[in-house]
């Protein structure tokens, strides 16, 4: 009987040690069983290519040649459209001076003023000139320099518009003057005006 004590006891000695140094893992997570870290590495994918968006043509509705579209609208026909030059507006009692290619418009001064408008008419001062053109007659410093149908002013109520004249100042420059429309004692009156050189 004695053998048989001492024999389990030896038994169940060695299955403590065992079972404390060794553990049981699949009953007991045993604090110095080995653990083991497995490490992933992803890659991320690419992320999806994008097709730019191209927008459908939408189709013009600007007439081209030959398709039968309106035609734009036009400036009525002129033989002598507006000159490129100054456009200023005068009312009674101012004028300009002409000394380079832009008039100063000022109020009446008989001393400065080259051109002045009164109630109803322009008068050419201090020695300044006017030659009314012909339709047919161009704007040009050619002309303004050959014609000599000098005028000292102009009724107001004779003007229409696209009427023209060369203006010659008292120092020798030379304008083209041009009324876009009609004359009117009563109101200001646009004129545009546009150098051309000197004398």
């Given at each position: 009987m ?12 060695v299955a403590?040690?065992a ?10 997570k045993?604090p110095?069983?080995r653990t ?10 690419p992320p999806p ?9 939408v ?11 309106a ?15 100054t ?7 101012y ?9 100063a418009?000022?109020r009446?001064?008989a ?10 008419e322009?008068?050419?001062i201090?020695?300044?000139?006017i ?5 047919e ?17 102009i009724d107001?109520e ?7 004249f060369?203006f010659?100042?008292?120092?020798g420059?030379l304008?083209?003057?041009?009324f ?10 646009e ?8 004398r």
């Amino acid at each position: 009987m004695g053998e048989w004590a001492a024999l389990i006891s030896a038994v169940a000695a060695v299955a403590g040690v065992a079972l404390g140094f060794l553990g049981l893992p699949a009953l007991v997570k045993s604090p110095t069983a080995r653990t083991e870290t497995v490490y992933v590495t992803v890659t991320p994918s690419p992320p999806p290519t994008t097709t730019p968006t191209v927008a459908p043509a939408v189709p013009s509705t600007a007439a081209t040649p030959g398709t039968g579209g309106a035609p734009s609208p036009s400036a009525a026909p002129s033989s002598h459209p507006a000159v490129d030059g100054t456009l200023i507006t005068l009312s009674q009692d101012y004028g300009f001076r002409l000394r380079g290619p832009a008039p100063a418009v000022e109020r009446y001064d008989a001393d400065t003023l080259d051109f002045y408008r009164d109630f109803d008419e322009f008068w050419a001062i201090n020695g300044s000139r006017i030659v009314a053109l012909k339709p047919e007659e161009p704007g040009t410093l050619a002309t303004c320099r050959s014609v000599t149908r000098f005028i000292g002013g102009i009724d107001l109520e004779t003007l229409e518009a696209g009427s023209r004249f060369c203006f010659e100042s008292g120092k020798g420059g030379l304008a083209l003057v041009e009324f876009p429309k009609d004359g009117d004692p009563y109101d200001f009156l646009e004129l545009t005006i546009q150098f051309l050189g000197n004398r």
